[in-house]
C-alpha cells in the first residue's frame, strides 16, 4: 500500500534543466514545490571534478551519466509491421539522469528557432504551395510566435551567460553574428568563444563561397559572468570534455551553475532524489490530477498528493509519463486518430570530412563543446526549396567538440576498420582533419510515433516506451542537398580530401547521432492535433503541464535546448501571471 | 611513481640542451631568484628551478609588454631580445627542483583545507580544484597551467591576491582573476601552504 504524504501546491517531476529553472520560479512565488527526482544528487564539487570527470570509458564508453537501461530501456522498429526491441546500449541518443538531467552532458550549443520554425505549416504553404509537401508529412504551427518567445528566449541566455555575437539586433543587421536569425531585442550576454583553427579555415572558405559565417553560440563561456540569480560562472578552458560529461571548471552552463544553488536554499522547495515516479494519479472524472505515486530506492511506494503536477522529464519520457497516466489520447497511426506520441522526430545529421596534408595542424582537442564557426544560409527556410522537393535545411559548421582518443579517429573511406593499417591511418588524420557538423531539421510524419511497448517492462513491472521511427525522404533528399554545400566549403577550404557523408536511412539506433529526439506530447491550437496547449498545458487534465521538447510539433535546424528554455520561462511566466491565480482551462478546449 | 618519471623525462630532455652552463644573463636573475633558481622567501621571489619553459618565457614577454606589472622585472624583460629570453626560460626549465627554502608550519586543518582545495575545490564557494588546470599534485600542464608544487608560499599566496585585486591579469579569459575572487585569507594561507608543502621532487601522499 502506498503510503500517503501531505499535499502540497506542485510537484514536479523530474530536476533536470525545466524541473529545476520551473521549481525556482515557483518557490521564490510562495507554492510549495517538491521535486523528484529518480538519479543521484551531484554538484561540480566534488563529483565532476578531476581526472575521475574525464574517464573516456567510464563516460563516453559505458556512458555513465545516462538512464539506467538494464532498469528502464526503451524499445525500437523502423516500422510498426516489425518487433520493437529493447535498446541495451545507449548510442543514437544519450538520455541522461540525476539531478541536473541531460543537461550536465551537453554541448552547451544554445540556439534560437527562426519566427518560420513555429508557423512552419502556414509559411510553407503560402510559400510554396499546398501540394508542395508529401502528403504523408504532419508538419503543425506550434501555436506559439517567435515574437512571443523572445522575451524568454533573452532571459534563458542571460541565465546561462551564453557566449555569442548578435547578428540581428532588433531588426538591424550586426555585421559578423548571423543575418538569418530572427530579430533579438540584445545581444549575448558575453562575446563569442575563441575561434579554434578549423573555424578560422571554415570561416575564409564559407566567406570566400558568399555565406555568412559566424561565431556558435555557446553555453561554455567566454570570461567570468554572474547571471541575475547572482550565480558565478568560469571560464571555458577548452578541454574538450563536454558532450557526455560533467564540466568541473563551472563554465558550462546547467542547473548546477545556473540555479540550483538558489533553488535548494529556498525553504519552499523540498528536492526528493531515487524517487521513480510510477504514474500522475487522476480523480475518477480523470480530468483532474490528484497527485502522482512514485517508488524509492528502498523500494516502498509513496502517493504525493498536489494541485499542480508538471512533468519536466526528457521528451520520450514525457510521452511516457503520459501513456502509462492515462493523460490523452494516444495516437494510432493506422487511423490518424489520438494525440499522445503523435509527431515524433529527431534530427538528420550528416557530416563533411575535409583531410589535409601534415603541414596544416588542427589541434582538434582543444575544443569546447560549442566553439563551432558556422552558417545559416542552408538551414531553415533561408534558401529557396522551389524545386527541391523537400522542406527544412541543416546549419553547416566546423564544431570541433573534441579531440578525445577513443571517440574521435577520422579517416578516409578504404581505411581498414581495425589493424595496423587503422592504426597508421588514425596517426595519420588525427591532427589534420577538419570536420563538419551538419544539423539537419526533422518533419514529422504520419509513421513515426511512439506508444508502449506491448511486450517488454521496466524493473518496476511498468511498460516500456516503444519508439517507432525511419528518416522521412524529405529529411533524406534535405541531407543530400546540404552535403553538397558543404562538400563545397570543404574544397574551398584546400583540403586534399573531401568527403560527404549524408545521412541515409534506414535510422539505427547502434550509431550515435544526436541527443535531440522531439514531438509526442506537442503544443498547438487544436486538441486533435495536439497534446497540451499553447502554455503546454495539457487539453485534457488541465492541472498537468508537460515541459519538454516533447512539445516540438516537428524539429528544426538547430539543437533544441535553447528553444526549450524560453518554452519553460514562457510556461512559468502563464502558471505565475494566469493559471495559479485561477486555476483552470488556459485556452478553452 | 609517476612523478618521478615525469620529471625524469624534463630533465633527459632538456640535458641535452646543457643545464648545466648558465646563460650569462643569468646573472642579474640570480641576485633575486637564487644561484640555482630556487627563488627567494624574502620578497617573494618566485622559485624558477623547473618551472616550463613555456610559461617562463611568456612571463617574461607579458612583463616587457606590460601585460603583467612589476616594476623591476618589466625594466629587466625590456632588456632581452626574443632569443635570451628563450635561452634564459630553456635554462631555468632544466635545472633541477631544489628542496624547498620554506618550512611551513601549517596546521592539520589548514593542511586538509589546502588538499581539499587542491584536488577538489569547494562547492560552497563554487571553487573547481586547483589541479584540473595545474596538473596531478599541482605538477604544472607545461604549455597552459605552471606548477604549483614546491613553490614558495610568499610568493603564491601574494600571486592570489594580485589576481584578487586586478594587479595581475595576463592569464587566458580572467579564469584566475575569477577564481581567486572566491577565496579568503584562510583558504589563501591553506592552499599556498599546501602546495609549499609538496615536494617537486617527490610525490605527495595522499
Known sequence: ?589 | MKYVLATLIVLGASGAAGAATPPPEAATCQACHGVHGEGMVDGAKPRLAGQSAHYLDKQLRDFASGARDNAIMSAIAKGLNDQTRSRLAAYYASLPIPAPLEHTSATAAQAERGHQLAIEGAEGKRVQACNNCHGPDGSGVALSAPALAGQLATYLAAQLKLWQQGGRKNDAGNLMSSVASKLDEADIAAVTSYYASLSASTPASH
Not at chain 1, 40 to 51: A, H, K, L
Not at chain 1, 148 to 175: C, M, V, W
Not at chain 1, 444 to 449: D, E, H, I, L, V
Not at chain 1, 539 to 559: C, H, M, T
Open chain 1, 1 to 589: 500500500m502506498a503510503q500517503r504524504l501531505k499535499e502540497v501546491d506542485v510537484v514536479v517531476i523530474g530536476v533536470g534543466m525545466v524541473g529545476s529553472i520551473l521549481a525556482k520560479e515557483l518557490a521564490a512565488a510562495g507554492y510549495k514545490v517538491v521535486g523528484l527526482e529518480r538519479g543521484t544528487t551531484r554538484f561540480t564539487v566534488p563529483e565532476f571534478q578531476s581526472p575521475g570527470i574525464h574517464d573516456e570509458l567510464r563516460f563516453d564508453v559505458r556512458k555513465a551519466l545516462m538512464q539506467d537501461n538494464t532498469r528502464e530501456p526503451v524499445t525500437f522498429r523502423n516500422h510498426s509491421s516489425e518487433i520493437g526491441l529493447p535498446i541495451r546500449r545507449w548510442e543514437s541518443f544519450l538520455p541522461g539522469t540525476g539531478l541536473g538531467g541531460s543537461m550536465v552532458h551537453w554541448n552547451g550549443q544554445t540556439f534560437r528557432f527562426q519566427a518560420n520554425d513555429f508557423e512552419l505549416a502556414t509559411r510553407t504553404r503560402e510559400r510554396y504551395g499546398k501540394g508542395f509537401l508529401d502528403p504523408d508529412l504532419t508538419l503543425q504551427d506550434w501555436g506559439v510566435t517567435y515574437d512571443e518567445l523572445e522575451p524568454h528566449y533573452d532571459r534563458f541566455e542571460y541565465l546561462l551567460g551564453t557566449s555569442g555575437k548578435a547578428g540581428n539586433l532588433k531588426g538591424q543587421i550586426q555585421p559578423g553574428g548571423d543575418p538569418h536569425e530572427s530579430p533579438r531585442s540584445r545581444d549575448y550576454p558575453t562575446p563569442p568563444q575563441k575561434e579554434h583553427y578549423s573555424g578560422a579555415l571554415f570561416r575564409k572558405a564559407a566567406s570566400s563561397l558568399g555565406h555568412h559565417p559566424f561565431p556558435q553560440p555557446s553555453s561554455n563561456l567566454s570570461q567570468p559572468y554572474t547571471n541575475p540569480e547572482g550565480l558565478k560562472m568560469n571560464t571555458c578552458v577548452f578541454c574538450g570534455f563536454c558532450e557526455r560529461y560533467a564540466c568541473e571548471h563551472y563554465a558550462k552552463s546547467t542547473p548546477q551553475t545556473f540555479i540550483l544553488p538558489v533553488l535548494l536554499a529556498n525553504p519552499n522547495f523540498e528536492l526528493r532524489t531515487g524517487c521513480q515516479v510510477q504514474r500522475i494519479n487522476l480523480d475518477s472524472s480523470k480530468k483532474r490530477a490528484t497527485g502522482v505515486t512514485y517508488i524509492d530506492n528502498a523500494g516502498r511506494e509513496f502517493e504525493q498528493p498536489a494541485s499542480l503536477v508538471i512533468t519536466c522529464l526528457f521528451a520520450i519520457n514525457n510521452i511516457r509519463m503520459l501513456l502509462l497516466s492515462g493523460i490523452g489520447k494516444p495516437y494510432d497511426p493506422a487511423t490518424g486518430k489520438g494525440v499522445v506520441g503523435r509527431n515524433y522526430a529527431y534530427q538528420t545529421m550528416s557530416t563533411v570530412a575535409s583531410f589535409f596534408d601534415e603541414d596544416v595542424i588542427i589541434n582538434p582537442f582543444m575544443a569546447s563543446g560549442a566553439s563551432g564557426t558556422m552558417i545559416n544560409d542552408f538551414a531553415g527556410d533561408n534558401f529557396d526549396h522551389s524545386g527541391l522537393g523537400f522542406i527544412g535545411g541543416a546549419f553547416i559548421g566546423a564544431v570541433n567538440t573534441n579531440g578525445r582518443p577513443i571517440q574521435y579517429h577520422p579517416t578516409p573511406p578504404g581505411t581498414p576498420a581495425w589493424g595496423k593499417g587503422w592504426k597508421d591511418a588514425v596517426i595519420k588524420h588525427y591532427n589534420h582533419t577538419v570536420m563538419f557538423s551538419l544539423h539537419g531539421s526533422s518533419v514529422s510524419q504520419k509513421q513515426n510515433y511512439a506508444d508502449l511497448d506491448p511486450t517488454y517492462k521496466d524493473a518496476w513491472g511498468q511498460p516500456l516506451l516503444r519508439i517507432t521511427f525511419d528518416f522521412p525522404k524529405n529529411d533524406l533528399k534535405m541531407a543530400e542537398y546540404v552535403t553538397a554545400r558543404g562538400v563545397e566549403i570543404g574544397k574551398a577550404m584546400g583540403a586534399k580530401q573531401v568527403v560527404g557523408s549524408p545521412r541515409k536511412g534506414p535510422y539505427t539506433t547502434q550509431q550515435y547521432q544526436t541527443t535531440h529526439n522531439t514531438g509526442g506530447t506537442v503544443m498547438g491550437n487544436d486538441p486533435s492535433t495536439s497534446v497540451v496547449n499553447r502554455y503546454l498545458q495539457s487539453w485534457d487534465v488541465p492541472n498537468v503541464f508537460v515541459i519538454g521538447a516533447s512539445a516540438y510539433p516537428q524539429n528544426a535546424s538547430w539543437n533544441p535546448t535553447g528553444t526549450l528554455g524560453a518554452l519553460t520561462y514562457w510556461v512559468a511566466d502563464a502558471l505565475k501571471s494566469k493559471y495559479l491565480r485561477n486555476p483552470g482551462h488556459l485556452v478553452s478546449p
